[in-house]
Nanobody, 127 residues
Framework: QVQLVESGGGLVQAGGSLRLSCAATGRTFRRYAMGWFRQAPGNEREFVSAVSWDGDSTKDADSVKGRFTASRDNAKNTGYLQMNSLKPEDTAVYYC????????????????????WGQGTQVTVSS
């Protein structure tokens, strides 16, 4: 079993920054890719960023490219999403997820590929 606990969400003005954290317990975190997704009211959950099992490779949605960066510290069993130049349209509940079905993976853009999810953290960007 894996438990993922997110933190770091909050209210920020447009142009500001936030860093989300995702702390993992349970199975060996360091073997698995991590993804970040978000869901705004009335919208489907969408891919944001992913980081490979070793932290050497990332991928981002076009909407956040150049502004958001996914990373991880395997020694701390924690993943991060650094969000800069935030926009009101970034307002959503953000979720971290882990793909334990594919060891040593590079992360997927598909939410269905992830089998463990955090509880979500609210990010609100005011204009």
């Amino acid at each position: 079993q894996v438990q993922l606990v997110e933190s770091g969400g909050g209210l920020v003005q447009a142009g500001g920054s936030l860093r989300l954290s995702c702390a993992a317990t349970g199975r060996t975190f360091r073997r698995y890719a991590m993804g970040w997704f978000r869901q705004a009211p009335g919208n489907e959950r969408e891919f944001v960023s992913a980081v490979s099992w070793d932290g050497d490779s990332t991928k981002d949605a076009d909407s956040v490219k150049g502004r958001f960066t996914a990373s991880r510290d395997n020694a701390k069993n924690t993943g991060y999403l650094q969000m800069n130049s935030l926009k009101p349209e970034d307002t959503a509940v953000y979720y971290c997820a882990l793909d334990t079905t594919y060891p040593y993976g590079y992360g997927s853009r598909l939410s269905s590929d992830y089998d463990y999810w955090g509880q979500g953290t609210q990010v609100t960007v005011s204009s």
